[in-house]
């Protein structure tokens, strides 16, 4: 007989993508799944096969992100993310009144949200991590921290972030939660969209990480891309969802391989009109999105990314080498990671020229090294099971409760 699972998950395309194929693999095997989530993220999960409950966010909508992050940013953003925490239980917690889900499957920046209602419901939950990991021997927190000064623990908007977290322990009956767990919480069980070897200190993360790699979507749903039938090699250009922006970098990368004999792929997002970039030479397909990232990866001989987890792990389901330019200290510490893997080569935005990119670029598809690195490493990611490791471990968790 089937269950019924409740998904909560932070509204980032990177955080709620690899979650569509989990919803459609259970919902294929008999269950039921009710996805909490803002309203511009209805069609996509729905689409996958999930009932809809809705909570508004706090957050603006688009939340596109800023060139840089200032200190005051910085310090308030453990209260942005309570505060979309607080939003989500205030909204979902109705749309379950009669209705206990018997698992909860939450985000890792839903981490206050998910322990709320998991204890709300008496439900076993399932954290979903679409992030480096973290555990007693690496923190996801303390890396982060270390990119940016130290903010002082009397900023005024710590001082709320510590009063609303103790009132929201006290509401929902939480002793144990501290200001770290948005980032480095752990729940019983932790579903890991990335490759062990890839996870900082991966070896010393316990039974209690599960370590799948990338849930890729059923690329039979998605629109066609079809790759040149020139036989010269292939690049893929994208900044991802949230730091795309960057008119000035796509301008740069059309100088950088405009006289170059491969042909080019650049999805700009939504922010940036290809019609505003200027010329744009016979052998690039520029567009704001690309029908299949997935398929040009696959097709391709070097991504440039700015260096989100998920988009990596998707490029090395492929053995895709990388050029990282990060936007953010975050995915900086995924580009760091990517160079000392020897997966591809880094280039931080301030050092981002036409003539840097096309040599990075050249370089690493030159490189056989890098490559054959790549292709161990796809191995790994493919035999982490993706979607249907991950239901299978939520099965496992259902059956152990005796739901």
């Not at 060139?67 to 993310?81: C, Q, R, T």
């Not at 690496?138 to 623990?153: D, K, R, V």
């Not at 948005?182 to 490759?195: C, S, T, Y």
């Amino acid at each position: 007989m089937g269950k019924h699972i409740a998904i909560l998950n932070a509204p980032f395309h990177g955080h709620i993508n690899p979650t569509l194929v989990v919803v459609a693999e259970l919902v294929r095997r008999g269950h039921r799944v009710t996805y909490i989530t803002t309203p511009d993220f209805t069609n996509k999960v729905s689409s996958a096969g999930a009932g809809v409950a809705h909570y508004t966010s706090t957050w603006p909508e688009g939340k596109e992100a800023p060139e840089k992050v200032s200190d005051d940013e910085m310090a308030g953003g453990p209260l942005k993310f309570l505060l979309e925490n607080e939003a989500a239980v205030a909204g979902a917690a109705p749309h379950f009144e009669n209705d206990v889900p018997d698992l909860l499957f939450y985000d890792a920046l839903m981490y206050f949200a998910g322990r709320a209602l998991a204890t709300k419901w008496g439900c076993p939950a399932i954290q979903s991590i679409p992030l480096f990991a973290s555990n007693e021997h690496y923190s996801l927190n303390q890396a982060l921290g270390a990119e940016f000064p130290t903010i002082t623990p009397e900023h005024p908007k710590l001082v709320e972030f510590g009063a609303r977290l103790g009132r929201f322990r006290e509401d929902h009956g939480l002793a144990g939660e501290s200001s770290s767990d948005i980032l480095d919480g752990i729940e019983e069980l932790n579903m890991v969209f990335m490759a062990r070897s890839y996870q900082p200190a991966g070896e010393t993360f316990d039974e209690r990480f599960v370590f799948v790699g990338p849930s890729l979507i059923d690329r039979s749903t998605e629109e066609h891309w079809e790759p040149p039938t020139n036989g010269k090699p292939t690049v893929l250009v994208t900044l991802g969802s949230v730091w795309n922006a960057r008119a000035d970098f796509y301008r740069t990368c059309i100088e950088a391989f405009g006289d170059l004999d491969w042909n080019v792929v650049i999805a700009t997002g939504p922010n940036v009109d290809p019609a505003d970039l200027g010329p744009i030479p016979a052998h690039f397909e520029v567009k704001q999105r690309i029908a299949s990232q997935l398929a040009v990866l696959e097709h391709g001989q070097v991504f440039v990314t700015h260096s989100g987890l998920g988009s990596t792990m998707e490029a090395m389901y492929y053995g895709t080498p990388l050029v990282a330019v990060p936007q953010a200290a975050e995915l900086d510490l995924v580009a760091r990671r990517t160079v000392e893997l020897g997966l591809g080569v880094r280039l931080a935005p301030e050092e981002v020229t036409a003539e840097s990119l096309r040599a990075a670029v050249l370089a690493v598809a030159a490189d056989e090294a890098t490559q054959e690195r790549a292709r161990v490493m796809q191995k790994e990611v493919v035999e982490g099971g993706g979607a249907i490791r991950v239901v299978d471990e939520i099965e496992a968790r259902l059956a152990r409760s005796g739901a």
